[in-house]
């Protein structure tokens, strides 16, 4: 099954290939012929998604799915939540993100944390959803240097490493959009 996943995120894109496996064809925007930045003009995670994904269907016709994540911190009222991408502002800088967080972050005892993701699927004109959540805490520096965005500061639950100090197939197994992607491949499998 070929299926475009509305990202721009080269990391994003090699995650989820590795999790959905070899009975899909995942599709880049590029490879659709979509150059333009997907709209994200909503205040929750679902508008986001389904938000992209209907901008791809509606535009070039084609099954796709788009994903929108959020890294909630208990201690900033679940900010920087929906503008986790862009919280340190325009234009989007992970570094510039992880060093307004942890700036953010000076001096609260409470550390807990959770990523959460929503995958918008839409299939031959219908809409699915599909989500996913990983808890665990913000440390107070960054270690390791793999995966992207708040990795290097998140350390799940149960776990003596980052996400950034995990494989991608450890990674995979616990993180939120693993979760919501095993979620959209059982229903792929299931509808095929």
């Keep these: ?6 990202t721009n995120n080269p990391k994003k894109i090699e995650e989820v290939k590795a999790a959905l496996g070899e009975e899909f064809t995942i599709v880049s925007l590029e490879e659709i012929g979509c150059r333009e930045e997907l709209p994200e003009t909503g205040d929750t995670l679902d508008f986001n998604a389904f938000q992209k994904a209907r901008h791809v269907f509606d535009n070039y016709g084609v099954s796709c799915f788009a994903d929108d994540t ?3 911190v208990a201690a900033l009222d679940g900010a920087p939540g929906v ?3 862009r919280y340190a502002g325009e234009p989007r ?6 060093e307004l967080l942890l700036n953010n972050m000076q001096g609260k005892t409470d550390r807990k944390a959770q990523f959460r993701t929503v995958i918008a699927l839409i299939l031959d004109g219908e809409e699915y959803s599909f ?3 990983a808890k665990g805490e913000i440390i107070q520096e960054r270690i390791g240097d793999g995966g992207f965005g708040y990795d290097p500061i998140f350390r799940p639950e149960d776990h003596k490493e980052t996400f950034a100090e995990l494989s991608m197939e450890q990674k995979n197994a616990i993180s939120h959009r ?7 491949t059982h229903f792929l499998n299931s509808y095929r």
């Design 70 to 72: 959020g890294l909630e």
């Design 1 to 6: 099954m070929k299926i475009c996943f509305a």
């Design 178 to 184: 693993g979760k919501a992607v095993r979620k959209l």
């Design 131 to 133: 989500g996913g959540a």
């Design 83 to 85: 503008y986790s991408g």
């Design 93 to 98: 800088s992970d570094e510039r993100n992880v």
